[in-house]
């Protein structure tokens, strides 16, 4: 038996298929009957939820399924500077040795949409950049 199986909880060690429907409610199973991880689970939908669902916020949310494993946003986090460069080269390194164990298998990706006032505003400024240098038409 590898060193991984022996960290997979007993009921999962046979699961092939994780694209499977059955794999699904399994996994649902255990984070129900796991009072933390249904603790967690709970707060970060029930927060997710009231973050998009405030009248004056119009959010594009978009889900992202990684097949091959997601890594840790590290530029996103960190800055696109050396120190996350090198710490997202680790991660993608990790993933490779264990992708269930280092990657994220899901992402959610939240981003407002831009307001009419912020549309104007880049319209005025892109039109302007034009003006300077002798684009404008």
């Known amino acids: 038996m590898a060193f991984l199986d022996l960290l997979k909880l007993p009921e999962t060690r046979d699961i092939k298929n994780l694209d499977d429907p059955a794999t699904t409610l399994l996994h649902a199973k255990i984070v129900r009957s796991k009072a933390l991880l249904k ?3 709970s707060n970060f939908y029930r927060q997710f939820r ?4 405030q009248p004056d916020n ?6 992202v399924i990684g097949k091959f494993g997601l890594p840790a946003p590290f530029p996103l986090a960190l800055g ?6 090198i710490l997202l080269l680790i991660n993608l390194a990790l993933i490779a040795i264990s992708k269930g164990l280092f990657s ?3 992402a959610v990706i939240a981003k407002p949409l831009p ?3 912020h549309l104007l505003d880049d319209a005025f400024n892109t039109g302007i950049r034009k003006q300077r240098m002798g684009k404008a038409e």
């Open 50 to 53: 009231s973050a998009i669902n």
């Open 115 to 117: 307001t009419l006032e």
């Open 39 to 41: 603790k967690l689970y």
């Open 58 to 63: 119009k959010v594009l949310v978009e889900l």
């Open 104 to 106: 994220y298998q899901i």
């Open 80 to 85: 696109k500077g050396v120190r996350a460069k």
